[in-house]
């Protein structure tokens, strides 16, 4: 089992609370649907730590960074109009204002959204983008990286790889959405062989993040601590989202999120929050109901 320093100190306390969605969360201060949240880093700045700011207050032990897609492949032609480097540097920056030693900052690694299988994109060029960012997020100060939103096992491993090798904590999710019991990512890896691939590629923690919502996360929770012994880290979306009016809603709201989260525990999460379509209430419901469980 892999630990490390700042794992050791957040679990010291018990189940660790983290933040909520922060795509949807700015669409709604205005990001333009299609846009990508990243770029507000530099453009809105104010506006993305307004976001960050409001999960240390909702009460997050642990908070992440607006860099998703901050990577040369997922930004696609505009990585040659911004700096990956200034992107990167910015979202740590904003998060840490925003955490003024309240919660910890761990950086988020998205995919590239570029499919290995298909040929649109190849090792080595994904290592090489992984490796940029990690190297800026954790020149800026992060205290820790978070790999989520993964559906094909080997970039995952490879943005582990990168991540790992800053000595600083990683963290690595994937999304467990499909095949008939909803427990197997879309290029169909069991959570168990995801488990022991993330474990093996050196992740201090493991888990599983996005999904279609907070019930379909208990079993993919009990798969992985039946998986590993390594710390468990679960952040589901607020539902499946829908259009209504024209807008994206979802419909789960943060007393029923929250409801699922002394099974969870039982299940074996050590980090819990939420994901796509949530906000800083769920974020204080879930503490509500860690304090009161």
Same mark, same amino acid.
């Given at each position: 089992m892999q630990t490390h320093t700042i794992i050791d100190e957040l679990l010291a306390r018990g189940t660790v609370v983290t933040d909520g969605a922060w795509g949807t969360e700015l669409q709604s201060l205005g990001l333009p649907a299609g846009e990508i949240p990243d770029l507000w880093n530099l453009a809105r700045p104010e506006l993305v730590e307004r976001v960050a700011r409001s999960y240390v207050e909702a009460g997050s032990d642990v908070i992440l960074t607006n860099t998703f897609r901050s990577n040369?492949?997922?930004? %696609?032609?505009?990585? %040659?109009?911004?700096?990956?480097? !200034?992107?990167?540097?910015? =979202?740590?920056?904003?998060?840490?204002?925003? &955490?003024?030693? +309240? &919660?910890?900052?761990?950086?988020?690694?998205?995919?590239? =959204?570029?499919?290995?299988?298909? %040929?649109?994109?190849?090792?080595?060029?994904?290592?090489?983008?992984?490796?940029?960012?990690?190297?800026?997020?954790?020149?800026?100060?992060?205290?820790?990286?978070?790999? !989520?939103? *993964?559906?094909?096992?080997?970039?995952?491993?490879?943005?582990?790889?990168?991540?790992? &090798? @800053?000595?600083?904590?990683?963290?690595?999710? *994937?999304?467990?959405?499909?095949?008939?019991?909803?427990?197997? @990512? *879309? *290029? %169909?890896?069991?959570?168990?062989?995801? &488990?022991?691939?993330?474990?093996?590629?050196?992740? +201090?923690?493991?888990?599983?993040?996005?999904?279609?919502?907070? !019930? +379909?996360?208990l079993p993919v929770c009990r798969a992985l601590r039946a998986a590993t012994t390594l710390p468990i880290w679960i952040k589901p979306n607020a539902g499946l989202p829908e259009l209504a009016g024209g807008k994206t809603i979802y419909r789960t709201e943060a007393a029923t999120f929250a409801a699922y989260v002394p099974d969870l525990v039982a299940a074996g999460a050590n980090f819990i929050g939420a994901c796509c379509g949530s906000t800083p209430a769920f974020v204080a419901a879930i503490r509500t109901q860690l304090k009161s469980s």
């Open positions: 040369r492949i997922a930004l %696609g032609e505009l990585a %040659g109009q911004v700096s990956i480097e !200034e992107l990167n540097r910015a =979202g740590v920056g904003i998060s840490r204002r925003a &955490a003024r030693g +309240h &919660a910890r900052v761990f950086a988020t690694i998205g995919p590239s =959204g570029k499919l290995l299988i298909t %040929g649109q994109v190849d090792e080595p060029t994904l290592s090489l983008a992984f490796r940029e960012q990690v190297r800026a997020l954790t020149e800026a100060g992060a205290d820790g990286l978070v790999v !989520e939103t *993964m559906t094909d096992l080997t970039e995952a491993r490879l943005a582990v790889d990168a991540a790992v &090798a @800053t000595g600083l904590p990683v963290v690595a999710c *994937m999304v467990f959405d499909s095949g008939k019991q909803r427990d197997r @990512t *879309m *290029m %169909g890896v069991t959570v168990a062989q995801a &488990a022991e691939t993330l474990a093996a590629a050196g992740a +201090h923690v493991v888990g599983a993040n996005c999904g279609i919502g907070v !019930e +379909h996360a």
